[in-house]
């Protein structure tokens, strides 16, 4: 039996939208992936400890208020000195197109600007696990 990819989709900072984000979450969901949503205002640290109690495959960052490349940096940071740099990380939300390439350097697998629809980070998820399982 396969072991279902596990997703953490989570909030950082002081953004309050968060339809987005569950949108996803519900895609994700819908595809047969497990999801972890960790809910509004969460720290870099609550997102890593949540990642690592979960033992998730994925954290989706959902970050909709321009500090985006500050709090993605500060979870990859994290991540490595929690010794996790096997949990690949996603980022979506309101991203200029000139920071895209930007968040990959800092660490993140995959960018998912504002104009993605649902299918595409379900689509991008199933490849990623299947080739680099």
């Known amino acids: 039996m396969e072991k279902k990819i596990r997703v953490l989709i ?3 900072g002081l953004d309050g939208h968060d339809r987005g984000a569950k949108v996803v979450a519900r ?3 819908d595809a047969g992936l497990e999801v ?3 809910g509004l205002h969460q720290t870099p640290d609550q997102i890593v400890n949540a990642a690592v109690q979960e033992d998730v495959n994925l954290i989706g960052l959902s970050i909709l208020s321009g500090a985006h490349l500050g709090l993605t940096e500060k979870v990859f940071k994290k991540l490595q000195a929690a010794g996790c740099e096997d949990k ?3 980022i979506g939300g309101v991203i200029p197109v ?3 390439e930007k968040l990959k350097e800092i660490g993140a697998v995959e960018v998912f600007p ?3 629809t649902p299918s595409q980070p379900v689509e991008f998820v199933t490849k990623f696990f299947n080739l680099y399982k």
């Open 98 to 100: 000139e920071d895209i």
């Open 114 to 116: 504002q104009w993605t």
């Open 27 to 29: 895609a994700f969901k």
């Open 88 to 90: 690949a990380l996603v």
């Open 10 to 12: 989570a909030k950082p």
């Open 36 to 38: 972890i949503y960790t």
